[in-house]
């Protein structure tokens, strides 16, 4: 496995791959990656004969008083398990390698809709960030394929959306939230619980698992099942962000003849903000 740090090389490494008509897979990450991103890796590796995977902590779609500073960056230890997951590229760039001009003066992907509610309400600028380091790391690559994780709905839902109206020539696959044992979705983010925060972080799946159940039993009045989630949230000693039931494809509040729903959450714990998320086929 190669790392490189600048476009110069990446590109170098992947005209040789292009030339012997090899499919190239693309696994963006921000890195202190965990069995969920390797789980794209693997899913990656599945699908395509080369695998570049990405690490890069884009301070474009992180808010003012967000987390980027401190954000965990474990280079090292995220080379060996890429190693042994089978990625045949890591390709870490500098900020100065991806904003040459700075923030200020960058180019912007702006993506309607889908970008607005959940997340996009509560972090602006945020889908912006990734729409546009996405688009970037699409034409450095040039993959032919794109794995992301469903932990990230929204984002997922943002990527496909500018996949499609941008005509960008490469194919979105979705893989599943890994968890914990107790249910907890694996984030580099739980990192940062204490040990009494950790124990409480699995409500989050637990009450969109409830959530979820109400909805498979026919209620459809989805603003009181919010409402009811929320209330548990808070009861666990977590600050709900939000607790959405929507349309699993525009991501707008569900109906009820809506027949894909996905309940999305986010809350905090202390000041670690987590996100979850789960399907319901109706
Ligand atoms: N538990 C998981 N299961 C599957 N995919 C995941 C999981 N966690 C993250 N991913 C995916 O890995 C990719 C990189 O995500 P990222 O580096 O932000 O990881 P993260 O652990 O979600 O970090 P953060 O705590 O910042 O949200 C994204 O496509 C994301 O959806
Ligand atoms: C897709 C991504 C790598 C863009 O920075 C990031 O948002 C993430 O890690 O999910
Ligand atoms: N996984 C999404 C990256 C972020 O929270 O900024």
Redesign the pocket.
Known sequence: MRTVHTLKELRTMLRGYRQKGKRIALV????NL?E??I??VRRASETAEIVVTSIFVNPMQFGATEDLDSYPRTLQEDQDALDKAGSTLVFTPSNSEIYPEGLARQTRVVVPEVSEGHCGASRPGHFEGVATVVTMLFNMVQPDVAV??E??FQ?LAVIRKLTRDLMLPVEIVG?P??REKDGL?????NGYLSKSERAKAPVIYSTLQAAVEKIRQGRTDFKTIEAEASQALNDAGLRPDYFNIANSVTLKPATPDDADITVLAAAFLGTTRLIDNLSVAR
Do not use: E
């Not at 963006?28 to 890195?31: D, I, L, V």
């Not at 979705?185 to 983010?189: L, T, V």
């Open positions: 963006p990450t921000m890195g965990h969920g991103h789980s794209l992301f994780g932990k990230d984002q893989a939230t890994i979705a694996k984030s580099s983010r």
